[in-house]
């Protein structure tokens, strides 16, 4: 079993920057994909960003490139998604998740096995 753990989030206001941390427990963080999505109040789950085992596959939903920069540190068993000049719209729930395909680094939730409870991250205008 695999648990992984947000944390990083907050009350930020617009220009701003937060670095989300996933932590996982046990010894099989090499053999995951991590990914990240996000929920804001009444929308959708979506993708926001994901990376391969060994960091050569990163994928950004369009509305990040250029702001946020995903990475991982396999010796500490935790993914890092930086989170520059944030926008209000940027406010959700963010979820990380672990995908036993650890080549890929999938924009589809159902694609993973393991996911955390969720960090706020507030964006004031």
């Known amino acids: 079993q695999v648990q992984l753990v947000e944390s990083g989030g907050g009350l930020v206001q617009a220009g701003d920057s937060l670095r989300l941390s996933c932590a996982a427990s046990?010894?099989?963080?090499?053999?995951?994909?991590i990914g990240w999505f996000r929920q804001a109040p009444g929308m959708e789950q979506e993708f926001v960003a994901a990376i391969s085992w060994d960091g050569a596959r990163i994928d950004y939903t369009d509305s990040v490139k250029g702001r946020f920069t995903l990475s991982r540190d396999n010796e500490k068993n935790t993914a890092y998604l930086q989170m520059n000049s944030l926008k209000p719209e940027d406010t959700a729930v963010y979820f990380c998740?672990?995908?036993?395909?650890?080549?890929?680094?999938?924009?589809?939730?159902?694609?993973?096995?393991?996911w955390g409870l969720g960090t706020q991250v507030t964006v004031s205008s």
């Open positions: 998740a672990g995908d036993f395909a650890p080549s890929s680094a999938s924009w589809y939730a159902r694609d993973y096995d393991y």
């Open positions: 046990g010894r099989t963080f090499r053999s995951l994909a």
